[in-house]
């Protein structure tokens, strides 16, 4: 039951330039979203979050946008450093429950 | 440091066999919640204890069970393993409010990978 959905398993950006990671999820009734950041041998850590009741926030180089009629959100990150490369899941959460998507791992090249 | 503890990092078992997890969580966090994270998939949740009561479950198996201690640590027990339970098994604390809704950002140990061989 995957209600929330990251479609891209890899993105490869270059330094300096701006990534994009999209999510997509299922149940209307979602009303706060989260993005975490995991690196190797490590667990996720919070990175930045969302209400329903907003379409944008941002947070120094990281920004996320909701789009509620089209159940999606993205964030993006300006400009890109290499020390970004990571995977990136986003959770969107409604009272107790709490979904994550697949993960999208993100290399910024030099 | 996330201040959550998992032990532990690796373990390897046979199929049939029992384990616990453990962990800590951050101090002063009341909440304690599993997930489990299989090769290419996302998090997937399992269960959420506060202050040593369970308030939510979500995809665990009935071969799992949890609980959440007096001193606030948790264990997360599996048995009759199979090959598919593999993964990596992550533990997340947070301060919840009263309402023990999942509004709040989680706080992740760094995962007790479990291979079943």
């Known amino acids: 039951d995957q209600q929330v959905k990251q479609n891209s398993p890899s993105l490869s950006v270059q330094e300096g330039r701006i990534s994009i990671l999209n999510c997509d999820y299922t149940n209307s009734m979602f009303d706060y979203f989260l993005w975490y950041k995991k690196y190797p041998a490590e667990g996720p850590t919070f990175l930045i979050s969302?209400?329903?009741?907003?379409d944008k926030n941002e947070d120094g180089r990281f920004t996320v946008f909701l789009n509620k009629s089209a159940k999606h959100l993205s964030l993006h990150i300006v400009p890109s450093q290499p020390g970004d490369s990571a995977v990136y899941f986003c959770a969107a959460s409604v009272l107790k429950d709490m979904r994550f998507g697949a993960g999208t791992r993100l290399t910024v090249k030099p | 440091d996330s201040g959550v503890t998992q032990t532990p990092k690796h373990l390897i078992t046979a199929t049939g066999q029992r384990v616990t997890l453990r962990c800590s969580p951050r101090?002063?966090?009341?909440?304690v919640y599993w997930y489990q994270q299989s090769l290419d998939q996302g998090l997937q949740f399992l269960i959420h204890y506060y202050n040593g009561e369970e308030r939510a479950k979500g995809n665990i198996l009935e071969r799992f069970s949890a609980q959440q201690f007096p001193d606030l640590h948790s264990e997360l027990n599996l048995s009759s393993l199979e090959l598919g339970d593999s993964a990596l098994y992550f533990c997340a604390s947070s301060v919840a409010p009263i309402t023990g809704g999942m509004r709040e950002k989680l706080f992740f140990g760094s995962g007790t990978q479990l291979s079943v061989l």
């Open positions: 969302i209400s329903s009741i907003k």
């Open positions: 101090s002063g966090d009341l909440s």
